[in-house]
């Protein structure tokens, strides 16, 4: 069946570093690509996403990158602050865009340790 | 902006006990979801409803039930809860209009001894 991969599954970096997290799809058919960061004792949220007619996507210190025919696509993360501490997740989703049965496929997770 | 609201936020049960999680937002979505977290396994999908009156299976639903009551509520329901059930439930709904974010709720922590 359709999965997705993540590595690594611990990062730990001083703040001010870069972070760098890859995903891995199965699905040749899969079209949207997006990150949720989790922090302790919350649900996942939203923090970037992409479409498979974009190679990459920025939004100030995060930014995605999209590898189609590799079927990678990766988390950037600059000037790494504490605050950026959580766990983050990379999913996938195949079929309709919008379409109303389209499901979410989860990475297991990548935690991210941000030292001061 | 309450957004998805989970209860409870922590419930203990012994094996054979049944409970029902509730779910409820208030944004107006068609699609909710019902996800379990267990460490190193991610989120993976046990039911979801694309609309009101309508639901489907996931990846893990073998042991679970669900019922969506209305447009607002999708509830989970143990009938018979074991070990292997113990795990951070997580419920989500989709913006609708050909949007694919999901707004997660901030989960139930369920332990089954």
């Known amino acids: 069946g359709e999965n997705v991969e993540q590595h690594p599954s611990t990062l730990s970096v001083q703040e001010g570093d870069s972070a760098v997290i890859k995903c891995t799809y199965s699905d040749s058919a899969s079209n949207y690509f997006p990150w949720y960061k989790q922090e302790l004792g919350k649900g996942p949220q939203l923090i970037i996403d992409?479409?498979?007619?974009?190679g990459e996507k920025k939004d100030q210190r995060i930014a995605v990158t999209l590898n189609k025919t590799a079927k990678h696509f990766s988390l950037h993360i600059t000037e790494t602050q504490p605050e950026d501490s959580a766990v983050y997740f990379c999913a996938s989703l195949g079929g309709n865009y919008g379409g109303a049965t389209n499901k979410l496929i989860f990475g297991t997770g990548t935690l991210l340790a941000v030292q001061p | 902006n309450a957004g998805v609201t989970q209860t409870p936020k922590f419930q203990v049960l012994k094996t054979g006990q049944s409970m029902t999680l509730q779910c409820a937002q208030d944004m107006n979505h068609n699609s909710m979801y019902w996800y379990r977290q267990d460490p190193g396994m991610g989120l993976r999908l046990i039911y979801y409803s694309a609309s009101e009156g309508t639901t489907d299976k996931g990846e893990v639903p073998n042991g679970y039930n669900v019922s969506r009551l209305n447009k607002r509520e999708f509830s989970l329901r143990l009938e018979s809860a074991a070990p292997s059930q113990t795990s951070v439930y997580f419920c989500?709904?989709?913006?609708?209009?050909?949007?694919?974010?999901?707004?997660f709720g901030a989960g139930t922590r369920l332990s089954v001894l």
């Open positions: 992409i479409r498979s007619n974009v």
């Open positions: 989500a709904s989709r913006r609708d209009r050909g949007g694919n974010i999901q707004y």
